[in-house]
T-cell receptor
Framework: AQSVAQPEDQVNVAEGNPLTVKCTYS??????LFWYVQYPNRGLQFLLK??????LVKGSYGFEAEFNKSQTSFHLKKPSALVSDSALYFC?????????FGKGNQVVVIP | KAGVTQTPRYLIKTRGQQVTLSCSPI?????VSWYQQTPGQGLQFLFE???????NKGNFPGRFSGRQFSNSRSEMNVSTLELGDSALYLC?????????????FGQGTRLTVV
């Protein structure tokens, strides 16, 4: 069964500093990986995906993610965090007509 | 282009009752999935429909059921509600549900069982 792990519950970062949210995956076969963001009382918004090709994937709102096959990781990054980036971030892997999500990371950007 | 629409947004039900939630996918999307989100369990997959056929089902009791109509709209039903069914129920649509396609989520239905 495929799964993802997000090892940190909360990530605190100062506004303007780089933001990294970690995700590792476990799949049999090729990984199809996604990042979503959720704001309070809202659904999930798609940020970016890795299917194949370049290991650095660029997405919405200035986010990017780095796929590392040897470390089975797919970390989300943003060079300069904004206060408005404070939200819950989910990593997910797709297969068997479903998304399997990590537990989520609360990101707090401190002004 | 309209997004995924879920109705109602909020619902309060009593234990033992049943509830039906509705989801209208993005136009042209034929795959609809449902997820339950709770603080303790996170996001859990309920089921996925494509062209009116259930293709996959998560690990939920038979009280949870769903269906999809010919226009791709989907409903999920929960019978004999329990307090533990209180959650945010999210619907997601994608064009085909294939592994390389992203899913787009609605804003969810917040169900409270009292």
């Amino acid at each position: 069964a495929q799964s993802v792990a997000q090892p940190e519950d909360q990530v605190n970062v100062a506004e303007g500093n780089p933001l990294t949210v970690k995700c590792t995956y476990s799949v049999s076969g090729n990984p199809y990986l996604f990042w979503y963001v959720q704001y309070p009382n809202r659904g999930l918004q798609f940020l970016l995906k890795y299917i194949t090709g370049d290991n650095l994937v660029k997405g919405s709102y200035g986010f990017e993610a780095e796929f590392n096959k040897s470390q089975t990781s797919f970390h989300l990054k943003k060079p300069s965090a904004l206060v408005s980036d404070s939200a819950l971030y989910f990593c997910a892997v797709r297969g068997n007509n479903r998304l399997a999500f990590g537990k989520g990371n609360q990101v707090v950007v401190i002004p | 282009k309209a997004g995924v629409t879920q109705t109602p947004r909020y619902l309060i039900k009593t234990r033992g009752q049943q509830v039906t939630l509705s989801c209208s996918p993005i136009s042209g999307h034929r795959s609809v999935s449902w997820y339950q989100q709770t603080p303790g369990q996170g996001l859990q997959f309920l089921f996925e429909y494509f062209s009116e056929t259930q293709r996959n089902k998560g690990n939920f009791p038979g009280r949870f059921s769903g269906r999809q109509f010919s226009n791709s709209r989907s409903e999920m039903n929960v019978s004999t509600l329990e307090l533990g069914d209180s959650a945010l129920y999210l619907c997601a649509s994608s064009r085909t549900g294939d592994v390389n396609t992203e899913a787009f989520f609605g804003q969810g239905t917040r169900l409270t069982v009292v």
